[in-house]
Protein backbone atom coordinates (compact mmCIF):
# COMPACT_ATOMS: atom_id res chain seq x y z
CA UNK A 1 0.00 0.00 0.00
CA UNK A 2 1.41 3.58 -0.68
CA UNK A 3 0.07 6.59 1.14
CA UNK A 4 0.79 10.03 0.15
CA UNK A 5 3.76 11.91 0.51
CA UNK A 6 3.22 15.93 1.91
CA UNK A 7 4.19 18.32 -0.68
CA UNK A 8 6.38 20.01 1.74
CA UNK A 9 9.90 18.61 1.88
CA UNK A 10 10.19 19.39 5.77
CA UNK A 11 7.03 17.53 6.59
CA UNK A 12 7.69 14.71 4.16
CA UNK A 13 11.17 14.64 6.67
CA UNK A 14 9.48 14.94 10.24
CA UNK A 15 6.47 12.10 8.93
CA UNK A 16 9.84 9.75 7.70
CA UNK A 17 11.45 10.34 10.89
CA UNK A 18 8.61 9.48 13.33
CA UNK A 19 8.01 6.56 11.04
CA UNK A 20 11.43 5.09 11.73
CA UNK A 21 11.58 5.81 15.40
CA UNK A 22 7.85 3.79 15.43
CA UNK A 23 9.48 1.39 13.26
CA UNK A 24 12.47 0.76 16.15
CA UNK A 25 9.76 1.15 18.93
CA UNK A 26 8.11 -2.21 17.11
CA UNK A 27 10.65 -4.38 16.08
CA UNK A 28 11.62 -7.58 17.99
CA UNK A 29 14.56 -7.26 19.81
CA UNK A 30 16.51 -10.36 18.88
CA UNK A 31 15.84 -9.56 15.41
CA UNK A 32 17.59 -6.59 15.61
CA UNK A 33 20.30 -6.37 13.24
CA UNK A 34 23.50 -5.06 15.08
CA UNK A 35 26.73 -6.00 12.64
CA UNK A 36 27.49 -3.67 9.89
CA UNK A 37 26.15 -1.02 11.64
CA UNK A 38 27.68 2.15 13.21
CA UNK A 39 28.21 2.85 16.86
CA UNK A 40 25.20 5.59 16.83
CA UNK A 41 23.11 3.49 14.57
CA UNK A 42 22.89 0.54 17.57
CA UNK A 43 22.31 3.15 20.09
CA UNK A 44 19.75 4.25 17.97
CA UNK A 45 18.44 0.88 17.33
CA UNK A 46 18.39 0.19 21.12
CA UNK A 47 17.19 3.54 22.32
CA UNK A 48 13.50 3.53 20.04
CA UNK A 49 13.44 -0.40 20.83
CA UNK A 50 13.83 1.06 25.04
CA UNK A 51 11.24 3.87 23.99
CA UNK A 52 8.81 1.02 22.67
CA UNK A 53 8.46 -1.51 25.82
CA UNK A 54 5.98 0.55 27.76
CA UNK A 55 3.12 0.20 24.96
CA UNK A 56 1.73 -2.68 23.66
CA UNK A 57 2.44 -4.01 20.13
CA UNK A 58 -1.48 -3.25 18.71
CA UNK A 59 -1.16 0.53 19.98
CA UNK A 60 2.53 1.14 18.17
CA UNK A 61 0.80 -0.71 15.11
CA UNK A 62 -2.24 2.02 15.39
CA UNK A 63 0.43 4.96 15.82
CA UNK A 64 2.52 3.81 12.62
CA UNK A 65 -0.73 3.65 10.69
CA UNK A 66 -1.97 6.84 12.01
CA UNK A 67 1.34 8.71 10.62
CA UNK A 68 1.96 7.00 7.63
CA UNK A 69 -1.62 7.72 6.36
CA UNK A 70 -1.77 11.50 7.71
CA UNK A 71 -1.74 12.81 4.04
CA UNK A 72 -3.78 10.52 2.35
CA UNK A 73 -6.32 12.87 2.32
CA UNK A 74 -4.55 15.86 0.32
CA UNK A 75 -5.98 16.25 -3.02
CA UNK A 76 -3.02 18.16 -3.81
CA UNK A 77 0.31 15.68 -4.17
CA UNK A 78 2.76 14.56 -6.70
CA UNK A 79 4.74 11.05 -4.93
CA UNK A 80 3.54 8.19 -3.02
CA UNK A 81 5.90 6.54 -0.59
CA UNK A 82 5.88 2.60 0.73
CA UNK A 83 5.07 3.09 4.68
CA UNK A 84 4.83 -0.39 5.38
CA UNK A 85 8.20 -1.12 3.26
CA UNK A 86 11.87 -1.73 5.12
CA UNK A 87 13.28 0.68 7.00
CA UNK A 88 16.13 1.75 4.36
CA UNK A 89 13.58 2.52 1.88
CA UNK A 90 10.91 3.89 3.46
CA UNK A 91 12.22 7.57 2.01
CA UNK A 92 11.91 6.39 -1.65
CA UNK A 93 9.05 7.72 -3.19
CA UNK A 94 7.06 7.19 -6.40
CA UNK A 95 5.91 9.72 -8.81
CA UNK A 96 1.70 10.07 -9.06
CA UNK A 97 1.72 9.49 -12.82
CA UNK A 98 3.26 5.72 -12.46
CA UNK A 99 -0.38 4.85 -11.34
CA UNK A 100 -2.05 6.87 -13.96
CA UNK A 101 -1.04 3.98 -16.71
CA UNK A 102 -1.82 1.02 -15.39
CA UNK A 103 -1.62 -2.27 -17.58
CA UNK A 104 -1.95 -5.80 -16.99
CA UNK A 105 0.43 -8.45 -17.47
CA UNK A 106 -0.25 -12.58 -17.74
CA UNK A 107 1.92 -14.46 -15.59
CA UNK A 108 1.09 -18.33 -15.63
CA UNK A 109 -2.61 -18.60 -15.39
CA UNK A 110 -3.72 -15.33 -13.82
CA UNK A 111 -3.58 -11.62 -15.42
CA UNK A 112 -2.37 -9.19 -12.79
CA UNK A 113 -2.34 -4.88 -13.00
CA UNK A 114 1.04 -3.57 -12.85
CA UNK A 115 2.43 -0.36 -13.10
CA UNK A 116 3.14 1.07 -16.98
CA UNK A 117 6.28 2.15 -16.74
CA UNK A 118 7.30 -0.88 -14.03
CA UNK A 119 10.92 -0.97 -15.06
CA UNK A 120 11.36 2.70 -14.13
CA UNK A 121 9.97 1.51 -10.00
CA UNK A 122 11.69 -1.97 -9.82
CA UNK A 123 15.34 -0.13 -11.01
CA UNK A 124 14.90 2.68 -8.18
CA UNK A 125 13.52 -0.35 -5.84
CA UNK A 126 15.87 -3.07 -6.40
CA UNK A 127 18.79 -1.98 -9.19
CA UNK A 128 19.29 -4.27 -11.52
CA UNK A 129 16.33 -6.48 -10.51
CA UNK A 130 16.83 -9.22 -13.60
CA UNK A 131 19.62 -9.85 -11.82
CA UNK A 132 19.17 -12.93 -9.28
CA UNK A 133 20.56 -12.15 -5.73
CA UNK A 134 23.60 -14.36 -4.10
CA UNK A 135 21.77 -17.60 -2.73
CA UNK A 136 22.11 -16.44 1.18
CA UNK A 137 19.84 -13.18 0.23
CA UNK A 138 17.19 -14.46 -1.55
CA UNK A 139 15.24 -15.11 1.55
CA UNK A 140 12.43 -12.32 2.83
CA UNK A 141 14.10 -9.36 5.31
CA UNK A 142 11.13 -7.56 6.19
CA UNK A 143 7.43 -6.74 6.99
CA UNK A 144 5.25 -5.33 9.92
CA UNK A 145 1.68 -6.15 11.09
CA UNK A 146 -0.63 -3.00 9.63
CA UNK A 147 -4.05 -2.16 8.00
CA UNK A 148 -3.03 -4.44 5.28
CA UNK A 149 -1.03 -6.80 7.00
CA UNK A 150 -0.94 -9.34 9.32
CA UNK A 151 2.87 -10.96 9.19
CA UNK A 152 4.58 -11.17 12.07
CA UNK A 153 6.76 -8.23 12.84
CA UNK A 154 10.65 -9.12 11.30
CA UNK A 155 11.76 -5.43 10.81
Request: charged share 25%; proline share 3%.
Amino acid sequence: MCDKVPLGKLLFKIQITTLKILQGMIKEIFKLKWKNRTLIQNIAQAVTWVLGLPFKLESKIKWYDKVSQMYNNNRDYIELFGSNDEFKDIDKTIPRSLFENITTHKFRDSTFMILGDYDYYLTKWYGNYMKLPAKEDQVPNHSIKSRHNTAKVLL
